[in-house]
């Protein structure tokens, strides 16, 4: 008996090893934590209630604009409950060079930007944050990759989006390229607010 259960156990966490640990065993992004753009260490669980879009950033992007329609999403529906969580990330043509004081002053200065921002990770590979190894794993309700397939497995490129309902659950994973503002990412945002 003592011999099976031991058995079992280290079964257990060899799989939690090779699967990534905690971020397999999470039941929603609450139980996560990251460092915010200054260092300081942001519970994921305060945002509990709240609607979450967060977004894989960078400054020297193409798709960079973007950081307009996410302040402006902001901006309309922080007060009902909307918080855009902006993460750095390099990862992508190296598109995101600069420290989190660069990245922060390209923010304030371009786009104004008030949303919380958390500082730079990487979301692939094996150096991947906890929190990109669990929203990838997830299986959303609303799937909205409309100008590439759908890389479950990867982030596919900068401003990747991910739409986070109030318990922690996702329930959308938006292409790099449809725009935050975008009437399908729109209507899913107020539905989840609403509830």
Known sequence: MKYRHSLALALALALAF???????????VHEFKMKDIDGKEVALSDYKGKVLLIVNVASECGLTP????LQALHDKYHEKGLVVVGIPCNQFGG??????KDIKKFCSENYKVSFPMMSKVQVNGEKQDPLYAYLKKQEPAHDYL??????????SWNFEKF???KDGTVVGRVSPRTKPDA???ISVLEAELAK
């Open 18 to 28: 090779v699967t990534g640990g905690s971020a397999m065993a999470a039941e929603s």
């Open 66 to 69: 973007q950081y307009e329609q």
């Open 95 to 100: 598109q995101e060079p600069g420290t989190e």
């Open 146 to 155: 409309k100008s590439e397939p759908a890389k479950k497995d990867k982030i």
């Open 163 to 165: 739409i986070v309902a």
């Open 183 to 185: 009437d399908e990412v």
